[in-house]
T-cell receptor, first 113, second 116 residues
Framework: QKEVEQDPGPLSVPEGAIVSLNCTYS??????FMWYRQYSRKGPELLMY????GNKEDGRFTAQVDKSSKYISLFIRDSQPSDSATYLC?????????????FGTGTRLQVTL | DVKVTQSSRYLVKRTGEKVFLECVQD?????MFWYRQDPGLGLRLIYF???????EKGDIPEGYSVSREKKERFSLILESASTNQTSMYLC???????????????FGEGSWLTVV
């Protein structure tokens, strides 16, 4: 079983929809959580960073961490065709060491007109 | 903005060739990383470096070596390329080794390597 599980999709939604992207994990030591967006044939770019539990909002994006359920989510409001990309979750343990970052395999999102 | 530049975006090499992938970052970051990304497997860490001339093995170092002679430059070397090394290679950097809201990993655009 992988430490971090992520549904590969593709997830197809109409423009303007609210999108929910999720990751589950098994390592209770994870404390640092990130979401990356990766366009086709490009490198991942950091979208959201959260530490421990709770919510964090940035524009149309909200990251949510539920450590009791070992579940993290990224919500995208008013989705746009430009949001079409693969979204990767990433997490690290107590020491927060960058070299120990564990990535999900990514969920491909398609936002249609 | 952090800029991580991978000079070769698309390469086709023959089995047994020695391959160099170059990466440069412009933000004076201490740490640099090489990952490979494969469908269904996600990103896997090959090697990382926390200082000039220092390197540490990641999760899948076999068949690879690295070089960091200058702080801004980190090279990935495939000594004898094989077809199972066909993949997308991502270079990344971070200011330091400890994650925080002000220190996360920044990626380059990727190098697509095909070994035939």
């Amino acid at each position: 079983q992988k430490e971090v599980e992520q549904d590969p999709g593709p997830l197809s939604v109409p423009e303007g929809a609210i999108v929910s992207l999720n990751c589950t994990y098994s390592n209770s030591a994870f404390q640092y959580f990130m979401w990356y967006r990766q366009y086709s044939r490009k490198g991942p770019e950091l979208l959201m960073y959260t530490y421990s539990s709770g919510n964090k909002e940035d524009g149309r994006f909200t990251a949510q961490v539920d450590k009791s359920s070992k579940y993290i989510s990224l919500f995208i409001r008013d989705s746009q065709p430009s949001d079409s990309a693969t979204y990767l979750c990433a997490m690290s343990g107590v020491t927060g060491t960058a070299s120990k970052l564990t990535f999900g395999t990514g969920t491909r999102l398609q936002v249609t007109l | 903005d952090v800029k991580v530049t991978q000079s070769s975006r698309y390469l086709v090499k023959r089995t047994g060739e020695k391959v160099f992938l170059e990466c440069v970052q412009d933000m004076d970051h201490e740490n640099m990383f090489w990952y490979r990304q494969d469908p269904g497997l996600g990103l896997r860490l090959i090697y990382f470096s926390y200082d000039v001339k220092m390197k540490e093995k990641g999760d899948i170092p076999e068949g690879y070596s690295v070089s960091r002679e200058k702080k801004e430059r980190f090279s990935l070397i495939l000594e004898s390329a094989s077809t199972n090394q066909t993949s997308m290679y991502l270079c990344a950097s971070s200011l330091s080794g400890e994650l925080s809201s002000g220190n996360t990993i920044y990626f380059g655009e990727g190098s697509w390597l095909t070994v035939v």
